[in-house]
T-cell receptor, first 115, second 115 residues
Framework: DAGVIQSPRHEVTEMGQEVTLRCKPI?????LFWYRQTMMRGLELLIY????????DSGMPEDRFSAKMPNASFSTLKIQPSEPRDSAVYFC?????????????FGPGTRLTVT | GESVGLHLPTLSVQEGDNSIINCAYS??????FIWYKQESGKGPQFIID?????DKRQGQRVTVLLNKTVKHLSLQIAATQPGDSAVYFC??????????????FGKGTHLIIQP
């Protein structure tokens, strides 16, 4: 099992640029989650999907953030335009909903730096 | 809003000793609690979970205790090893049974194992 795959692992961009983060969940998992981690705010849920359908996007900070899941094996998180305060580690996680809602498997994260 | 929080940001214990990490939660609707371990540069890793109809659950060297009366959760690690050094997060979830929900994480406790 390859685990959750995220790309890129590191991203450095200038303020105002568009950033796209990518995630491939574990095969067979029906739920996908995007989290953001910062020193100040800890781990925060941004959005999650069940069976490719967005369920709760109340954690998305602003309209600059958008997420898609066009199929069961791929999701993107886009920030446009990016700002320095978006600098954080972004994690993608996946789970099998019938196995227990908490047993989410996290990817290695994408460290985003916006200058 | 309601949140999950931790009492101690850093805990230092001697190798071989037992450690206890505490967590307070405030959302009385939470019915599922999870502990995650995060090593430097990695995503959170599931350790153990417990449902609100239980007050104790044991795993390999770990035990989670839940006290719903005072809304308190703890993680006990027996015979700590150097590999236990990490940040530990408690998280809560409202398990719907029909699909996964996003997690609300506490701010984390940094466990340091002294040789």
């Amino acid at each position: 099992d390859a685990g959750v795959i995220q790309s890129p692992r590191h991203e450095v961009t200038e303020m105002g640029q568009e950033v796209t983060l990518r995630c491939k969940p574990i095969s067979g998992h029906n739920s996908l989650f995007w989290y953001r981690q910062t020193m100040m705010r800890g781990l925060e849920l941004l959005i999650y999907f069940n069976n490719n359908v967005p369920i709760d996007d109340s954690g998305m900070p602003e309209d600059r953030f958008s997420a898609k899941m066009p199929n069961a094996s791929f999701s993107t998180l886009k920030i446009q335009p990016s700002e320095p305060r978006d600098s954080a580690v972004y994690f993608c996680a996946s789970s099998r909903p019938l196995r227990g809602a908490g047993e989410q498997y996290f990817g290695p994260g994408t460290r985003l730096t916006v200058t | 809003g309601e949140s999950v929080g931790l009492h101690l940001p850093t805990l230092s214990v001697q190798e071989g000793d037992n450690s206890i990490i505490n967590c307070a939660y405030s959302n009385s609707a939470s019915d599922y609690f999870i502990w995650y371990k995060q090593e430097s540069g990695k995503g959170p890793q599931f350790i153990i979970d417990i449902r609100s109809n239980m007050d104790k659950r044991q795993g390999q060297r770990v035990t989670v205790l839940l006290n719903k009366t005072v809304k308190h959760l703890s993680l006990q690690i027996a015979a700590t090893q150097p590999g236990d050094s990490a940040v530990y997060f408690c998280a809560e979830n409202r398990y719907s049974g029909g699909g996964a929900d996003g997690l609300t994480f506490g701010k984390g406790t940094h466990l340091i194992i002294q040789p």
